[in-house]
């Protein structure tokens, strides 16, 4: 996947697109919601480029992202 012209990749600049969608939710609430979109619309390369860079330290995704990519850990996964 190609980076963003910031050095952004297409993964962490998407997510946080959509966390700026539910910036009015509480944290957990719209962390589920995006997990929930993430689980339905990404490819999976998609998905797994966001948890790769997660379990690299998870820079630069918004804190909404953030909570968003934990949930999509597999469990038992850190």
Known sequence: MSEQMDGTPPHVRLAN????QFTHRP???AAEAIAAHV???WEPRMRTALLEH???GG???DPIA???AELLRPAGVR
């Open 59 to 61: 820079a630069g995704l």
């Open 17 to 20: 697109d959509i966390a700026a």
């Open 27 to 29: 944290l957990d609430e």
């Open 66 to 68: 953030l909570r968003a």
């Open 39 to 41: 689980r339905a619309f």
């Open 54 to 56: 997660l379990s690299a």
